[in-house]
């Protein structure tokens, strides 16, 4: 009797564990955003100089029940003012990141998930006032703990009645989420010196160090479309500081509006 009890046991566990490993969504998605920010670079001026923003990116999803890997592509640009005089600031990276659920903390509404991020990035200011600091290019290593969190949200297809008038609600999903990086190991090469010539890049006469602060965050919510994609918008901030071991101070925060089209590849 206690053989069967245990055979019966392992068959339900692994019956269920075979049902968790068939969910898997692969998606193709792109981000676009506008927002707000603020750079100031001690290399170039004292000044802070805010603007207006925009961003693009595009991305490789890859999520099951277990895991989230992501493989991210995105560029952004900023015209800010300070004064009378105008700054433009322009940033390229790739993101690599995977997330792990946690299990303790997990059920058929909410989901936590626990990993890490990489990013590697290269940024740059132009400012023709500034003659021999007219332009510059920043390079940059960052690796972040990364966690989420997400609430899935099932409306079921009804009827209600308002008024006098029925109005038929369809079946819906949504998924808000909160995301959240902090950092483990930052890695820069900034200028030794007030800058180059334009002409002159000086990409290899860099201080490199590790240190500086970034952090970042977003909230936002999914809308699961009948077909599989998906459509997303979210709220993100991101800041960072080169801190203390940097020669010149560099610092910047953006705000942003972002709408995601996700696509369904299986």
């Known amino acids: 009797m206690k053989y069967a009890k245990f055979i019966i046991t392992l068959s339900l566990l692994l019956t269920a564990l075979g049902a968790s490993e068939m969910y898997s969504e692969k998606f193709l998605f792109t981000s676009f955003g506008v927002g707000y920010g603020h750079v100031k670079d001690m290399g170039t001026s004292p000044l802070r100089y805010h603007g207006t923003m925009m961003l693009a990116n595009a991305s490789y999803q890859n999520e099951t029940n277990k895991n989230t890997i992501n493989l991210s592509f995105g560029a952004t640009g900023m015209v800010g003012l300070a004064t009378l005089n105008s700054l433009n600031y322009f940033d390229g990276s790739m993101d690599i990141s995977y997330l792990h659920d946690l299990p303790l903390f997990k059920n058929n509404k909410f989901d936590l998930?626990?990993?890490?991020?990489?990013?590697?990035?290269?940024?740059?200011?132009?400012s023709p006032a500034y003659?021999?600091?007219?332009?510059?290019?920043?390079?940059?290593?960052?690796?972040?703990?990364?966690?989420?969190?997400?609430?899935t949200i099932d409306i079921e297809r009804k009827q209600i009645?308002?008024?006098?008038?029925?109005?038929?609600?369809?079946k819906q999903k949504y998924m808000p989420y909160f995301k959240a990086n902090i950092?483990?190991?930052?890695?820069?090469?900034?200028?030794?010196?007030?800058?180059?010539?334009?002409n002159d890049l000086g990409i290899f006469d860099r201080h490199y160090f590790f240190g500086g602060l970034p952090l970042s965050a977003e909230l936002g919510v999914n809308k699961y479309l009948p077909n599989g994609n998906i459509i997303g918008l979210a709220y993100t901030w991101d800041m960072f500081s080169s801190g203390s071991k940097d020669i010149y101070l560099f610092e910047s925060a953006f705000h942003q509006l972002v709408v995601s089209l996700y696509f369904k590849l299986n």
């Open 183 to 198: 950092p483990a190991l930052t890695f820069n090469g900034r200028p030794e010196y007030a800058y180059v010539n334009e």
């Open 131 to 151: 003659q021999n600091a007219t332009f510059n290019i920043d390079m940059r290593v960052k690796m972040a703990i990364s966690t989420r969190f997400a609430y």
């Open 161 to 170: 009645k308002f008024a006098g008038m029925y109005f038929n609600i369809r």
């Open 113 to 126: 998930r626990l990993g890490g991020v990489v990013n590697i990035g290269l940024s740059g200011l132009y």
